[in-house]
């Protein structure tokens, strides 16, 4: 039974989605705790209605980003996590903090990487007149939002679109790929070959929504 450790810093919707199919589908798995750096972040409220063990470790508290990574770390390593997994966990971590969890932590961003890496991914493609926008969840490295690519999804970019519109078309089809990519890795189907990553079985790695 694989333990999951999430990190959200919000609604954690992300979350919500992945325990949900963990529960429904019936992974090897447990998501052993949701952790947050913000006290009123709503989705610590969700997972301890759902009997998940939470904790908070509020950055303000910390004079130093490594700091606040070591003191994360504790915690995370407090629940003996098999994969940590970054759900709208607003925070860059330090190269020690990724090294820790080399090969064990995930992470979803609102585009389709390389592309638009950052903030304001939204706005930048509808800037940039892209046709076609996505998803990507990656393995953690210490390069931001770098690392091997687990699972994409595309959507397309809609006339009259604006960011907001935008950001739930691409939202919809990160509740798809995220508990996906996750379950993938607590199954065993992960191959990563110091490059790319493969799906044992030859699954499809990536999907189209209109």
Known sequence: MKRLVILISGRGSNMEAIVKACAAEGW???VAAVISNRPDAGGLQFAAAH?????????????SREDFDAELARVIDGFSPDLVVLAGFMRILTPGFTACYARRML?????????????????RAIEMGCKIAGVTVHFVTAELDHGAIVMQAAVPVLPGDDA?????RVLTAEHLIYPQSVRWFVEGALVWDGERV???????????LG
Do not use: C, M, W
């Open 51 to 63: 009997g998940i063990a939470t904790a908070v470790v509020d950055h303000k508290s910390y004079a």
């Open 28 to 30: 090897p798995a447990e």
């Open 107 to 123: 992470n979803i961003h609102p585009s389709l990487l390389p592309a638009f890496t950052g903030l304001h991914t939204h706005e």
């Open 198 to 208: 493969h799906h044992r079985d030859g699954a499809r790695q990536h999907l189209l």
């Open 164 to 168: 907001k519109a935008l950001s739930a």
